[in-house]
């Protein structure tokens, strides 16, 4: 059984589920009761978030994810120097830990395990699509029929941009899930945090086919790293009818 300090240690692995499932119930345990635990968890999240905005349901290669656990093994502080020392703040974590997660996030890009788009490179192109002449606006209603959002394309409907706002707060062990549904079923477009419900969230839609093509966009929530297929009732469907 690990003690405090070492389970604040495995936060960042955490955040990028990296973490063997006797090491993830730990943590897990302790983000249930400890908040500065909570805050870091949140503060790693922000800068993942800067680094990944949609992250398609695919899983790195097994080789790549014991690489990546080894990797984050040893960057681990020895315990027994640990236990002697003083205890790291939370933003000293964070200071170490940022070359990791930057170096994580790369090596998954290289291999082609998920694809990185920014949220100020969905934000612009948001703002090309809305002044195109003959651009498509698709409403975004919550439960209750409220507009909570709209998704822009293009005119020849191969660029879609989901722009969101008022979304309901997640725990910390769930993310949203973008899913594109056709006649074949449910496809991901990606998973994406929404660490603040009251701004504005862009998300670039990954389109396979014209944006008409499809019978309807969702959006759900998941566990944290995403689903094969939704798990939840979409919060948020998009119709293209």
Not at 175 to 183: A, E, N
């Amino acid at each position: 059984m690990m003690d405090r300090n070492e389970l604040l240690d495995l936060i960042p692995a955490y955040a990028l589920e990296a973490l063997e499932p006797d090491e993830k119930r730990q943590v897990e345990a302790l983000l249930m009761m400890d908040t500065e635990a909570q805050q870091m968890l949140a503060e790693y999240q922000d800068i993942t978030h800067n680094l990944i905005l949609a992250t398609p349901a695919r899983k790195a290669p097994v080789h790549l994810q014991d690489d990546l656990r080894k990797r984050l093994a040893d960057n681990r502080p020895n315990r027994t120097h640990a236990a002697a020392s003083v205890p790291l703040r939370s933003a000293r974590r964070i200071n170490v830990w940022v070359p990791l997660l930057a170096a994580a996030a790369i090596l998954i890009i290289i291999f082609g395990a998920v694809s990185y788009l920014t949220r100020d490179k969905a934000k612009e192109l948001y703002d090309q699509i809305i002044v195109m002449p003959d651009h498509k606006t698709l409403p975004i209603p919550d439960k209750e029929g409220n507009p909570i959002g709209e998704m822009v394309a293009s005119a020849d409907g191969s660029q879609a941009v989901i722009r969101m706002t008022r979304m309901p707060a997640l725990q910390t062990d769930r993310t949203f899930q973008l899913w594109l549904i056709d006649d074949s079923g449910a496809k991901s477009g990606g998973v994406f945090p929404f660490t603040q419900p009251d701004a504005n969230y862009y998300v670039i839609v990954p389109l396979q086919k014209n944006v008409l093509a499809y019978k309807a966009f969702g959006v759900s929530v998941e566990p944290m790293g995403g689903s094969d297929a939704p798990s939840t009732t979409p919060i948020v469907v998009i119709s293209t009818a």
